[in-house]
């Protein structure tokens, strides 16, 4: 007997967190640019804008867009091994072993992982934002699971079953 095909991998990324994110990072460059550039090489009363000042400025909106832009990092890829997470700036890499379920509950704005030790891993990867493609991912994790479930052999009875 032939074992069933194994579920195709899952990749999910937040898409309209990212959307929002770039919206938000490229307005945040422009206004300091802006503001950079307006800011006049003058002296008004105590305080003494120069050309330093200017290039500050735009620096400044670069460094914020970057750490906007960082927030739409998230990332999760899953196979038959197990799965690979990136939240924000922490990684995680969860084998289907320590699996207990994927959850993705009503009024959650992400999915999680229930794990066997009873922590649980968010998955800011998928997103409630995002409809259609987060259930889909959901799907797909539960399918992998579920393969990496039936794949495992049955543990050992216990010495003492009652």
């Given at each position: 007997m032939a074992s069933p095909p194994l579920p195709p991998p899952v990749s999910a990324v937040?898409?309209?967190?990212?959307?929002?994110c770039a919206a938000a990072a490229t307005a945040?460059?422009?206004?300091?640019?802006?503001?950079?550039v307006l800011l006049k090489e003058s002296t008004t009363g105590v305080v003494a804008f120069r050309?330093?000042?200017?290039?500050?400025m735009i620096g400044l909106?670069?460094?914020?867009?970057?750490?906007?832009?960082?927030?739409?990092?998230?990332?999760?890829?899953?196979d038959a091994g197990g799965v690979r997470i990136l939240n924000i700036a922490v990684r995680h890499q969860v084998p289907w072993e320590s699996v207990?379920?994927?959850?993705?509950d009503r009024h959650s704005p992400w999915a999680s992982l229930l794990l066997a030790d009873d922590?649980?891993?968010?998955?800011?990867?998928?997103?409630?934002?995002?409809?259609?493609?987060?259930?889909r991912a959901v799907e797909g994790l539960r399918a992998l699971h579920a393969a990496a479930r039936?794949?495992?052999?049955?543990?050992?009875?216990?010495?003492?079953?009652d």
């Open positions: 937040p898409r309209r967190m990212r959307l929002v945040v460059v422009v206004v300091m640019t802006v503001v950079g050309t330093s000042d200017q290039v500050a909106g670069l460094f914020i867009a970057a750490g906007i832009l960082a927030l739409a990092r998230s990332r999760v890829d899953a207990r379920a994927v959850r993705f922590d649980e891993v968010s998955l800011f990867a998928v997103q409630a934002a995002d409809k259609e493609r987060a259930v039936a794949a495992r052999p049955a543990p050992p009875p216990l010495l003492h079953d």
